[in-house]
């Protein structure tokens, strides 16, 4: 898949645990920890998108990035 996911990255950064972020969004701490462990974009809903990008203070496209595929 072409586009990759930055979780990770950017909680790493901002120094969030998956505890603090979970309790933000409303989410379990594992749930944060397996979402973060993608490399690729996983299957998540516009609302869980916003929900991270108002907490980490962040664009959708700072969380993802499109990688063409090669031909």
Wanted: aromatic share 4%; hydrophobic share 35%; with cysteine.
């Amino acid at each position: 898949m072409p586009i990759r996911w930055h979780l990770e990255r950017i909680m790493e950064e901002r120094r969030w645990t998956n505890r603090a972020l979970g309790k933000e969004i409303g989410k379990h701490e594992n749930s944060i920890s397996r979402l973060k462990k993608h490399k690729n974009m996983p299957q998540i809903t516009g609302d869980l998108l916003a929900s991270l990008c108002r907490v980490l203070e962040v664009e959708p496209g700072d969380l993802l990035e499109y990688v063409p595929e090669e031909e």
